[in-house]
């Protein structure tokens, strides 16, 4: 039966045994009384997009600092004016959100400031931009540069003779809170530009469906797409390591990725691991996953990742494919794109309009596409490292039971493990941090447990008449289409509809992929059902027929990568992965967007 | 009598005819057949309409059937026969434009006249020579042609026969072939056409008969193209009809045909809709086309595969670049071509109705993009993706 609102927040039960599951979350992200009549008048979904595993206590660190700073630069910055924020909320480990709308009655109000403000982004984008990867390249800097090693037995003479007073200790507690700062910073850059981008996308992009009513989506894409593309660089690298392996008759090395320390020694001294060494700084600091979880495995710590790409690649060169990327031919077919759609507009002055807004997404576009290997795989690779860091020291030290409890731990208790540890570093007596964390760390490991088995509900509350928030539509193919699909779902036949996020039809069988390690489950010609798709898995898409995913927009990171190496996709589609079992035979029809089950 | 017809004076027109059709006559008797590949723009006129856009289509390029024209000279040869005018000019005189039903036997009376008429010796020779060679290109003893009625009226551009004049589908032989060349000639004077001129008030012999006669497909589907999406008028689309057969079933909306919009310049398939498609226009054993019932395995399934309808389209958009306006296409699948060559247009016209609405701007005069943005922001998104 179809059913006009999703459950209550509070009506949901959760999973057994969870209880005291909020205490691994800051109290702010909880639904709770105080905020009651508010937070059950929203709409809220689970992006389960971005966070589609049960959140740890560091994981929810960064969606509560990523969504802050997408609403900081909607709601206080640019003053978008009908958005403000995306609220958000984390049920039973799972991440729900909320767009918030401007008043009506404000919006007016908000235009020029939005003119003003915005209009000094787009008018100087591209020093912005310059300037944009300055910043970063320094953040990544002064984040390796924190110090998380063991407090010595004495402090170096220098701190004496140097009258500066302060000490290790202080530098410990310093680094820390510089830290977050840091964190909190890499995420404020990472929005500083993608709203913004995205409005100026969405601008060409409500331009075309104005002059062609039936253009598909993807033919849009296509003609604001980079070519050359940072993101797809560290996959670009890797062929190049293949083919120099195979001309340096070190080819037969990677048969078994797995085996690391093996092929190391094989290609130690060849072409193809001088290449590794000039360009794993920094393009394989490459996450399998989206980078927002502990356990997203960086390219650059597990080589057997790329290795098993890299042998991939090796078994196409030495079958006489040409693995390159025919940049030119690409180059000549958006070329042409544009150049008929342009021709078959009716006037010189929608050309003249359609040449504009191109432009600017053309200048805007390579910050949105580019922005995620700068953010979500380069300097989140770096923070996990520094957070692996600091939780092995906290284990040498005797304050967490094993490197990996620090996660466990919300990042505000992590200041007091700190301090209970500087402090009776310098009273140099007993910490209390075993025995207090060590039982918090084991009952918040089994809630988790519990929590990452539950299936949450794909929405809550009460949905919009419209949804209008362009942000929601953009980037999580959230729309009202999708929503009331969503409400009718248990009418549905077994069939999907979603985006059509990347051309073509295909048949195969169904593989469901929750989690990055379970790509290596793929068999070639399978269809790939997943909540999302990270682009780290892009080198895996030559095995699979098609790709259908819960959530995701035209722009998410799927539908990019998907378009990029050709392969059908159906994005959000809300239920994929909960309707559909691995070894179902199903037809995805990219271009209509739709999901059909042909054989249980 | 009809007092509110134009004067319908033959005598005006004959000498006219006749010393036209003296000068071609006594010129070389090719100058009666114009091949489409080799028709000029110059030539329209004496080939009409329906054989111009054939002609005009293989100047373009555009892949259709072999074949030729006869031109109005033949035509206008038969009405120096001895007797016709007046015979015709009385029947004419009796109509009634309120009696239907008799004007359908006066009609009848009129086409039996003219066919009647012995075709001159210069047009039978001609003809005949030409179907031999359209034979052998075909490779083919007698192969199966259509003959088409290609109306021309001179200084009436707007004038529109569509549907008025007859079309005769797989006739073989060169006997054949003349008969119903006469028959075309005869259409001119079907009750509908006269009525027509009738009411348009033009002259009966401002108008002039050109016949084409051209290789039959045999098709596995066939249907129309329209340059843009019939449904709000987007020139980003070609919108299919096809189903199984001839095109006739499509034409004449015997059935519901599968239904596709593919776009222009991806050629995605944007649009498909299968539907049940219960009879076809089929070519049997026994040489001629009836009307069968589509076998159940086959009523559901889709006529077209996805590369031959991006070949249309492809042909579809061609065909409108070459025109310069959007158009109207008719085309078929051809069973006896290789997949990749196999469709082959059968006629390309004038959109009429998305064409000739007024052009709105929708960049509004606007060059300013902080503008645009705004608005894209504020007016909800949801009201543009309506494809």
């Known amino acids: ?600 | 009598m009809c007092e509110a017809c134009p004067v319908i004076d033959w005598a005006e027109m004959l000498p006219t005819v006749r010393s036209f059709t003296a000068r071609r006559v006594d010129a070389v008797s090719d100058d009666l057949i114009v091949w489409y590949d080799r028709y000029e723009r110059s030539q329209k006129e004496l080939v009409g309409g329906k054989n111009a856009s054939l002609g005009e289509m293989m100047v373009a390029e555009l892949p259709v059937p072999p074949g030729f024209a006869l031109t109005i000279d033949a035509y206008h040869q038969i009405w120096s026969h001895e007797g016709l005018v007046d015979e015709v000019n009385e029947l004419l005189r009796s109509i009634d434009h309120d009696d239907f039903a008799a004007n359908i036997e006066t009609s009848n009376k009129i086409r039996a006249a003219i066919e009647a008429i012995e075709v001159p010796e210069s047009v039978v020779e001609a003809l005949t020579t030409a179907y031999a060679a359209l034979c052998d290109h075909c490779g083919v003893e007698d192969v199966p042609v259509a003959v088409r009625s290609s109306a021309t009226a001179e200084d009436l551009p707007d004038a529109s026969f569509a549907g008025q004049q007859d079309t005769f589908l797989w006739v073989t032989g060169i006997d054949d072939v003349i008969t119903k060349v006469r028959r075309c000639w005869s259409s001119l004077f079907t009750d509908r056409a006269i009525a027509y001129r009738h009411q348009m008030g033009y002259l009966h012999q401002a108008i002039s008969m050109s016949v084409g006669i051209q290789k039959m497909v045999d098709p596995t589907a066939s249907g129309v193209a329209f340059t843009l999406n019939p449904t709000n008028g987007d020139k980003s689309q070609v919108a299919i009809d096809a189903s199984w057969g001839l095109g006739e079933a499509v034409v004449s909306g015997e059935v519901t045909p599968d239904n596709y919009l593919v776009d222009k310049v991806i050629h995605e398939i944007v649009h498909r809709n299968v539907s049940t498609k219960t009879m076809e226009y089929r070519l049997t054993d026994g040489g001629t086309v009836e009307k069968l019932e589509v076998n159940a395995d086959r009523q559901n399934a889709a006529c077209m595969t996805d590369d031959e309808l991006k070949a249309v389209a492809i042909l579809a958009r061609k065909a409108e670049k070459h025109y310069g306006c959007p158009q109207d296409v008719e085309w078929a699948i051809d069973k006896h071509l290789p997949a990749g060559e196999n469709v082959v247009m059968l006629q390309s016209r004038p959109e009429t109705v998305w064409s000739q609405k007024p052009k709105s701007s929708i960049s509004k005069g606007g060059g300013d993009y902080m503008s645009s943005i705004v608005s894209t922001l504020v007016s909800p998104l949801h009201n543009k993706k309506n494809n």
């Open chain 1, 1 to 600: 039966m179809a059913q006009s609102r999703f459950p209550s927040p509070f009506e949901i039960e959760g999973p057994e045994g969870v209880e005291g599951w909020e205490e691994l979350y800051p109290y702010s992200v909880s639904f709770g009384e105080n905020r009651r009549e508010y937070e059950d008048n929203r709409f809220w979904f689970w992006d389960s997009m971005h966070w589609g595993q049960a959140l740890t206590p560091w994981d929810s660190t960064f969606m509560e600092m990523a969504l802050a700073s997408l609403s900081q630069m909607n709601s206080r910055h640019y003053r978008i004016p009908p958005a403000d924020g995306v609220d958000f909320r984390v049920l039973y480990g799972y991440a729900y959100l909320s767009p918030v709308g401007v008043d009506p009655s404000n919006i007016e109000a908000r235009v020029p400031q939005f003119m003003e403000r915005a209009g000094h982004y787009f008018a100087n984008w591209g020093d912005l931009y310059d300037s944009w990867l300055g910043k970063i390249r320094e953040t990544i800097g002064e984040i390796e540069a924190l110090d998380f090693s063991p407090l010595p037995e004495m402090e170096d003479l220098e701190i004496i003779t140097g009258g500066t007073a302060l000490g290790s200790g202080y530098e410990l507690q310093k680094s820390y809170h510089h830290f977050k700062d840091l964190i909190f910073k890499t995420w404020q850059y990472h929005f500083e530009f993608l709203n913004l981008g995205y409005a100026a996308y969405l601008d060409f992009f409500g331009f075309c469906k104005e002059a062609f009513p039936s253009i598909p989506d993807l033919a849009i894409a296509k003609m604001v797409a980079g070519v050359e593309v940072d993101l797809f660089r560290p996959n670009e690298e890797l062929k190049v390591i293949a083919q120099k392996a195979v001309d340096g008759g070190v080819a037969r090395a990677f048969d078994n990725p797995d085996d690391v320390a093996g092929i190391q020694a094989a290609i130690a001294g060849s072409d193809a691991q001088a290449h590794w060494d000039s360009v794993a700084e920094p393009w394989f600091n490459f996450t399998s996953g989206n980078g927002f979880y502990h356990f997203d495995k960086i390219w650059k710590e597990n080589p057997e990742i790329p290795y098993a790409f890299v042998r991939d690649y090796i078994t196409k060169i030495e079958a006489g494919e040409d693995i390159a990327r025919p940049i030119e031919a690409i180059r000549a077919e958006r070329d042409r794109v544009v150049s008929e759609y342009r021709d078959l507009l009716d006037s010189d002055e929608d050309r003249e309009a359609f040449d504009g807004k191109l432009g600017l997404a053309g200048v805007v576009f390579p910050y949105v596409e580019n922005h995620n290997f700068y953010i979500e795989h380069w300097t989140m690779s770096i923070i996990w490292r520094k957070v692996k860091e600091l939780g092995a020291t906290c284990a040498k030290e005797g304050l967490l039971g094993d490197p990996g409890d620090i996660i466990y731990l919300r990042r505000d208790e992590v200041d007091e493990l700190l301090w209970d540890y500087y402090s009776n570093w310098a009273v140099n007596a007993p910490t209390a941090a075993a025995g207090h964390w060590g039982p918090i760390v084991e009952k918040r490991r089994a809630i988790h447990a519990k929590l990452s088995e539950w299936s949450p509900p794909k929405a809550l509350g009460e949905p919009p008449e419209v949804i209008t928030e362009p942000f929601t539509i953009m980037l999580w193919g959230i729309t009202s289409d999708s929503v009331s699909t969503w409400l009718g779902s248990e009418d549905d036949s077994g069939g999907l509809t979603g985006m059509a996020a990347s051309p073509g039809v295909a048949e195969g069988k169904v593989r469901i992929v929750r989690n990055p390690e379970d790509v290596g489950d793929l068999e070639d010609g399978e269809i790939m059902v997943a909540p999302i798709t990270a682009p780290s898995w892009a080198p895996a898409f030559p095995k699979i027929r098609a790709c259908v995913t819960d959530i995701g927009g035209m722009m998410s990171h799927a539908a990019i990568v998907c378009r990029e190496y050709g392969v059908p996709a159906v994005t959000g589609t809300g239920f994929a992965t909960a309707n559909l079992q691995t070894g179902q035979m199903i037809r995805v029809d990219g271009s209509s967007g739709t999901v059909t089950v042909l054989e249980e």
